[in-house]
């Protein structure tokens, strides 16, 4: 889409994106207390900000926030099925596909109460957003709302956005501002509306070629990904688990049954690497930081199935898992809280693989902490150290997700 502004000379500085752009999530898990309906995580909120104004001469023109939903537009979703949409009125459909009984009206009242269900989800949200762009302009920083409705539309739940459709963005970056989108309820070709998590918007920027995303950042409210549940709530909800020294292909079964997209994956461990941290990772002994993950491209033959009723296949993400480590026998993933419609932890592994699938390297590092304000000054330079050392990154916390096909030394960094 050809931007009319542009093609005029004008003495608006244009700001560089030639070292790449930084695209980061801040997770609702960090953001908001994501039990409690609507509530902010004051704390995490405040650091967030002030990390970004730290960061911000430096990164200016080079980043992109995304946040996810917590404690806002979750529930409403739920309650009213937004991601599922019309989808799950089709599934019963088909099961009762001998009964003469028509069901027009109750269709009618149903899209009308999920019509509702999608503008409470996006008002839950858009809530959210507002709150925190406002903190971002009190600091001083020009942060722009960028609602993803217009530009993404889903299909079966997988998005849909053309290289047109976020120009928009490029245009906010070229002027110095900083985007921010989110998590959102979207229209859906097929079933009428979804939800699009902020994790999958990461993964619509990373591999759309419109922008020059050199890292992708995950801030989240635990350090990384563990080789188990570091939270208490994780392992009361009989978690899947990974059997990673299988020789074969691997299935966990989520342990929730209202996860709405949690369901049946499969993993290939011919092709993801897990390095351990230190000692010092370790928490009571328990739960193991994982620093590096490594994605080959390779034998990645991986399949998921979204939702326990559905039964239908999906084309991405994919997740592939090896194991070369032999004192990792299990991954566990926790199942996602009873209220959230994005799948947790099994979804952010899933786009990350994706991400780095596409050549960008990503890093899982915990909200407002030391680590994260690494991430944000240089993720590239943490990525770059983890490679080489083997995963040594001194006092740094976090997992780093990266291709083995992927030369980071290729990353651009202009400065
Ligand atoms: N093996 C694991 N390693 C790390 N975290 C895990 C693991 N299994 C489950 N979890 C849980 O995943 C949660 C983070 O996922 P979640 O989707 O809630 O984060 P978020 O992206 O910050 O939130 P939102 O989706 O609302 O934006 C953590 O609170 C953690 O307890
Ligand atoms: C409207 C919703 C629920 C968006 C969900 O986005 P996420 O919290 O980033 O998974």
């Given at each position: 889409?050809?931007?009319p502004?542009?093609?005029?000379?004008?003495?608006?500085?244009q700001?560089?994106?030639?070292?790449g752009?930084?695209?980061?999530?801040?997770g609702?898990?960090a953001?908001t207390n994501?039990s409690?309906?609507?509530?902010i995580n004051?704390?995490?909120?405040?650091?967030?900000?002030?990390?970004?104004?730290?960061?911000w001469?430096?990164?200016?023109?080079?980043?992109?926030?995304v946040?996810?939903?917590?404690?806002?537009?979750?529930?409403?979703?739920?309650?009213?099925g937004?991601?599922t949409?019309?989808?799950?009125?089709?599934?019963?459909?088909q099961r009762?596909e001998?009964?003469i009984?028509?069901?027009t009206?109750?269709?009618?009242?149903?899209?009308?109460?999920?019509?509702?269900g999608?503008?409470?989800?996006?008002q839950?949200v858009?809530?959210?957003?507002?709150l925190?762009?406002?903190a971002?302009?009190?600091a001083?920083?020009?942060?722009?709302?960028?609602?993803v409705?217009?530009?993404v539309?889903?299909?079966?739940?997988?998005p849909?956005?053309?290289?047109?459709?976020?120009?928009?963005v490029n245009?906010?970056?070229?002027?110095?501002?900083?985007?921010?989108?989110?998590?959102?309820?979207?229209?859906?070709?097929?079933?009428?509306?979804?939800?699009?998590s902020?994790?999958?918007?990461?993964?619509?920027?990373s591999?759309?070629?419109?922008?020059?995303?050199s890292s992708?950042v995950?801030?989240?409210n635990?350090?990384?990904?563990?080789?188990?549940?570091?939270?208490?709530?994780?392992?009361t909800?009989t978690p899947?688990?990974?059997q990673v020294?299988?020789m074969h292909?691997?299935?966990?079964?989520?342990?929730?049954?209202?996860?709405?997209?949690?369901?049946e994956?499969?993993?290939d461990?011919?092709?993801?690497?897990?390095?351990?941290?230190?000692?010092s990772?370790?928490?009571g002994?328990?739960?193991?930081l994982?620093r590096h993950?490594?994605?080959?491209?390779?034998?990645?033959?991986?399949t998921?199935w979204n939702?326990?009723h559905?039964?239908?296949?999906?084309?991405?993400?994919?997740?592939?898992l090896?194991?070369?480590?032999?004192?990792?026998?299990?991954?566990v993933?926790?199942?996602?809280r009873?209220?959230d419609?994005t799948g947790?932890?099994?979804?952010?592994?899933a786009?990350?693989?994706?991400?780095?699938?596409?050549?960008?390297?990503?890093?899982?590092?915990?909200?407002g902490?030391q680590?994260s304000?690494?991430?944000?000054?240089?993720?590239?330079?943490?990525?770059?150290?983890?490679e080489?050392?083997?995963?040594d990154?001194?006092?740094w916390?976090?997992?780093v997700v990266?291709?083995?096909?992927?030369?980071?030394?290729?990353?651009?960094?202009?400065?």
């Amino acid at each position: 889409m050809p931007d009319p502004s542009e093609s005029r000379a004008h003495t608006t500085v244009q700001y560089s994106v030639s070292r790449g752009v930084t695209v980061v999530k801040i997770g609702g898990a960090a953001l908001t207390n994501k039990s409690t309906f609507e509530t902010i995580n004051t704390v995490v909120f405040t650091e967030v900000v002030s990390q970004i104004v730290q960061v911000w001469g430096q990164q200016r023109g080079k980043l992109i926030v995304v946040h996810g939903a917590g404690s806002f537009g979750h529930f409403q979703a739920k309650k009213y099925g937004v991601q599922t949409g019309t989808s799950r009125w089709d599934e019963k459909k088909q099961r009762n596909e001998n009964s003469i009984q028509s069901n027009t009206d109750t269709t009618t009242s149903d899209l009308a109460e999920l019509s509702m269900g999608f503008c409470l989800t996006r008002q839950s949200v858009t809530r959210l957003c507002t709150l925190f762009v406002d903190a971002l302009i009190v600091a001083g920083i020009p942060a722009v709302s960028v609602p993803v409705l217009p530009m993404v539309f889903t299909c079966d739940r997988e998005p849909v956005s053309s290289r047109d459709s976020m120009q928009c963005v490029n245009m906010l970056l070229a002027r110095g501002m900083l985007p921010i989108m989110h998590g959102d309820a979207v229209l859906d070709t097929a079933q009428f509306c979804s939800i699009l998590s902020g994790d999958t918007i990461l993964r619509e920027l990373s591999v759309n070629k419109s922008y020059n995303v050199s890292s992708v950042v995950f801030m989240t409210n635990v350090l990384g990904i563990y080789d188990r549940p570091p939270h208490r709530l994780d392992k009361t909800n009989t978690p899947p688990v990974i059997q990673v020294s299988d020789m074969h292909s691997m299935s966990i079964h989520e342990g929730s049954s209202s996860d709405t997209t949690s369901g049946e994956t499969i993993f290939d461990r011919n092709s993801m690497t897990f390095t351990h941290g230190d000692q010092s990772d370790h928490i009571g002994g328990s739960p193991r930081l994982l620093r590096h993950v490594t994605v080959s491209k390779l034998g990645s033959k991986v399949t998921i199935w979204n939702g326990h009723h559905l039964q239908r296949k999906c084309s991405t993400p994919r997740i592939a898992l090896t194991d070369t480590d032999q004192n990792l026998t299990n991954i566990v993933l926790g199942a996602s809280r009873d209220t959230d419609v994005t799948g947790g932890m099994n979804t952010k592994i899933a786009e990350a693989r994706a991400i780095a699938d596409a050549g960008v390297p990503v890093i899982i590092v915990e909200a407002g902490t030391q680590h994260s304000l690494q991430a944000l000054r240089d993720g590239v330079a943490i990525v770059r150290r983890i490679e080489e050392t083997g995963g040594d990154v001194g006092e740094w916390r976090g997992t780093v997700v990266s291709s083995t096909d992927m030369n980071v030394d290729c990353i651009t960094d202009g400065n």
